[in-house]
């Protein structure tokens, strides 16, 4: 009897140990999780939560991804989208959820239909054509709707961003973004169509372009759509001597890395905006042109001082390969690198 309940109570302390052991693991497990779980939160990127890339395209039933973003001060200031769709008949989508932000749509081929702002059930019919713009407030739970195929470019701009390019630009705030509808913007056609070569051809080899015609799309939609207006009395000059000098020396010495507008403004403790206006106004040029002269210069000096192939040159100048270091000198020059250093050694 003494042994059974020896061994009952054994039996029970086992047990009990077990149990303990098994809750204090699980727990373990759970905090471990929830850890996890708060890491992926901390390091997600909330600019991917915005109503552009994979989501609109989604929620449009269209092939599409974002293609470029544009950041400032280390916030999204830019998203841009390429959206495609050959289907004819595509289902009324739901309202979209309500985010501080407007979404500017610039369609390429002509439209059946499209009602980019419908929050009241009410639709506009006809077809709209090639080339318009439509600008929507995401406040406002706006529900879209297409027929027919579609091409064209989203570009995602969150309030904040247009808060900070008027106050950079001493200028009103800006309430609100709109234009009318079957609107043509051909300057937005023109920065467009450069946009997407540049992406497609160029970002590796010349982000700081890359990075300027975002500003530039910025300031096209703060002042057409926006109504942008600077303040009375507000004038602004060029860079100080000792600015110019930064700027220059550091496209000079990192002629060959992919420099952004972002970096070499925060050297001349300038906004990006702000640097690439005064930097015109110093040199006369804009900072990627100032760039791409250095850049050929260097090749000048390389193609007649050494025997490197182009191919050699072009990554040594920053150019990236030598497709792009071909129609970047026979643009500036007028003829090849090829033919401009058989002259120079015939000479």
Known sequence: ???ACLAYNQSRNHSH???????????????????DEASMIEDA????DGFFGRRIAMYLGMEGDCVHKVNRHGKLALAITRLTCTRRVHKRAAAIPSEPAFSILHRFPDLELHSPGLT????????VGAG???????????????????????YYVPRRALDDFAHENNAKPISTLE???DRCDPYLARLSSVLLSALEEERGNNQLFVDQL????????????????????????????????????????????SLTISHIAAECRLTPSHFARCFRRSTGVAPHEYLSQLRVKEAKRLMTTTKLPLADIALIC???????????FSRRVGTSPGAWRRARSEG
Not at 17 to 35: F, G, M, P, T, W
Not at 120 to 127: A, F, I, Y
Not at 145 to 152: A, D, L, N, V
Request: glycine letters at 10%; aromatic letters at 6%; charged letters at 25%.
């Open 120 to 127: 009241d059930g009410q639709l506009s019919n006809g077809p």
């Open 45 to 48: 990127d909330p600019s991917c």
């Open 132 to 154: 318009t713009v439509s600008v929507t407030d995401l406040r406002d739970n706006p529900r879209c709707e297409f027929r027919g195929p579609f091409e064209g470019i989203q």
């Open 17 to 35: 140990l077990a149990h303990c052991e098994d809750k204090s693991v699980k727990s373990v497990r759970n905090s471990q999780s929830e850890l």
């Open 179 to 181: 234009c009318t509808r």
């Open 1 to 3: 009897m003494l042994r």
């Open 318 to 328: 920053g150019f990236g390969d030598q497709s792009y270091f071909v129609r970047v």
């Open 214 to 257: 975002g500003m530039t799309l910025l300031a096209h939609f703060a002042q057409t759509y926006g109504d942008l207006r600077s303040r009375e009395g507000v004038h602004e000059g060029g860079l100080a001597p000792w600015q110019e000098r930064r700027a220059k020396e550091i496209m000079r010495v990192r002629l060959a890395s």
